[in-house]
């Protein structure tokens, strides 16, 4: 069996893997990092994008294998329940979530839009979060949490509603 | 759900790609991006007994100016291939499709040779590879060789690749002064893929068509080029009020864009049956013509 060695949340583990595992699973059933879910078998929903080299992507859509000597950020590297990520936090003040099953991804996405664009208009963040769906909030309030994210990211004072 | 078993092995090199594939021959497929192959071994629609992944094989990603045309490399992702500015400046139309394949995630990923190479009539790449007469440029044991677009998309699914042949990129000619570019994209808010596209490359000289190519997507078991309503659109004035005579009703243009669907045979699905994608065929083709003349 391949052997790889994978960064994930700033921990490095070295696994033995079956060459069919897919990341998502590595993740879950062997790291217990259960912080990301799987939603579908096509990569569409987004539910499992994870950060890999620093750019978002679908972890069931990319083999154990394929990650080896890479650096994996989930949902659960960003910040620890005393002390949220600001767009985790953004997500929680502007009700953005309703069963949470998208919010990791969701989440992950809008991190990797920042990167590119730290002050998107909301068309930009319809745009960027397009491979992420959610079937509970009809989105308004996500499109809110990452402007609001964005803004504190920025380290700009954001007045709550 | 969990793929199959399957044997994976990662080349180092172009010469190492070549031999395994050569040894596995119909077994093996080869891994890209992953982004079409694995939803295919999720559903398990796929049983290959190897996947040979071209990941960590050095040379084959990036964008190269090449003066009179770009070549893509088959393994630079979508997400490179819309941060090149070569690409932006001297085959906008490349960039203009990707810029609607999938999402960022699965751009990140996903590859501009692994679009071309699954061959899928629903992909926007291969419409736009069509319509500008790129071509590819492929490498087995038995060493290179190049194939024009126009032979590439044999049927569902099936490029003109051999088993375990790789695609090394593509050459993509730059059009020049005097062409302008549109892809015309219907498509569903939750989900990317084309119901039906149209890749659209145009000259326009003293107000009227000198010459148009235009691609289709999704309309038939393969990406095709519509040559019906390239002749069709010859001499005919983008603009309307140009050939159309001052307070005439009649588009010469929309006339035209009537023959886009001739000769197609496209799939009926649940998104769409054949009429309306025959119909969205005409209406796309005439919205993607006259805004590659503005
Ligand atoms: C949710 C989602 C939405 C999508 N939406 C769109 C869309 O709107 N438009 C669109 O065009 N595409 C879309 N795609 C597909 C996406 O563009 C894929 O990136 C692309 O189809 C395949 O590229 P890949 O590198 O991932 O190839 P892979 O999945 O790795 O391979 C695909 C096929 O090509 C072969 N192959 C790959 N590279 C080579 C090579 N160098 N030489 C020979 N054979 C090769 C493989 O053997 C395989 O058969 C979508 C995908 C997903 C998951
Ligand atoms: S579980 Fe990965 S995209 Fe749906
Ligand atoms: S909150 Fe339920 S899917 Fe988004």
């Given at each position: ?58 972890s ?12 994996v ?55 960027g ?33 | ?17 070549c ?15 992953g982004q ?140 020049g002064?005097g ?57 005919v ?41 025959r ?16």
């Open positions: 069996m391949p052997r790889i060695t994978v960064t994930v949340d700033g921990v490095r583990y070295e696994e033995e893997v079956e060459p069919r595992l897919l990341l998502v699973h590595l993740l879950r059933d062997r790291l217990g990092k259960t912080g990301t879910p799987v939603g579908c078998d096509t990569g569409n929903c987004g539910a499992c994008t994870v950060m890999l080299d620093g750019r978002s992507a679908k069931c859509s990319v083999l154990a294998v394929q990650a080896d000597e890479c650096d950020v989930t949902i659960e590297g960003l910040g620890r329940a005393a002390e949220l990520h600001p767009m985790q936090k953004a997500f929680h003040t502007e009700h953005a979530l309703q069963c949470g099953y998208c919010t990791p991804g969701m989440i992950m996405a809008a991190i990797d839009l920042l990167r590119d664009d730290p002050d998107p208009s909301d068309e930009a963040i319809r745009a979060l397009e491979g992420n769906l959610c079937r509970c909030t009809g989105y308004c309030n996500i499109v809110r949490a990452v402007r609001r994210g964005a803004r504190e990211m920025s380290g700009e004072e954001v007045r709550t509603s | 759900m969990i793929p199959a078993a399957f044997d994976y092995i990662r080349p180092a090199s172009l010469d190492e790609a031999r395994v594939l050569g040894d596995a021959g119909d077994e093996a497929k080869i891994l890209a991006g079409s192959l694995l939803p295919l071994l999720r559903l398990r629609l796929a049983y290959p007994a190897a996947l040979v992944d071209l990941g960590r094989v050095p040379g084959l990603r990036g964008v190269e100016d090449r003066g009179d045309h770009v070549f893509i490399g088959a393994l630079t992702t979508h997400d490179e291939v819309l941060r090149s500015a070569v690409v932006r400046e001297h085959v906008p139309l490349v960039a203009l499709a990707t810029a609607t394949v999938a999402d960022p995630a699965v751009r990140h990923r996903g590859t501009f040779g692994g679009s071309l190479a699954h061959a899928d009539p629903a992909g926007d790449l291969p419409a736009v590879a069509l319509a500008l007469d790129c071509v590819f440029v492929a490498r087995s044991g038995e060493g290179e060789r190049e194939i024009p677009a126009a032979e590439f998309f044999v049927d569902y699914l099936e490029p003109a690749l051999h088993p375990g042949e790789v695609l090394l990129g593509v050459r993509v000619p730059k059009l002064a062409w302008g570019f549109h892809y015309e994209k219907f498509h569903r808010t939750a989900q990317a893929w084309a119901v039906v596209g149209v890749a659209a490359a145009v000259r326009v000289e003293g107000g009227s068509l000198e010459e148009a190519r235009i691609g289709l997507t999704n309309m038939g078991p393969a990406p095709v080029r519509a040559r019906a309503v390239e002749t069709a659109l010859r001499g004035a983008p603009a309307p009020g140009g050939n159309g005579g001052a307070g005439g009703s009649r588009d010469p243009l929309r006339d035209a864009c009537g023959e886009a669907a001739e000769g197609t045979a496209p799939p009926a699905d649940l998104h769409a049956g054949q009429d309306y994608r119909h969205l065929a005409r209406v796309l083709t005439y919205r993607a013509v006259r805004a590659a003349s503005a």
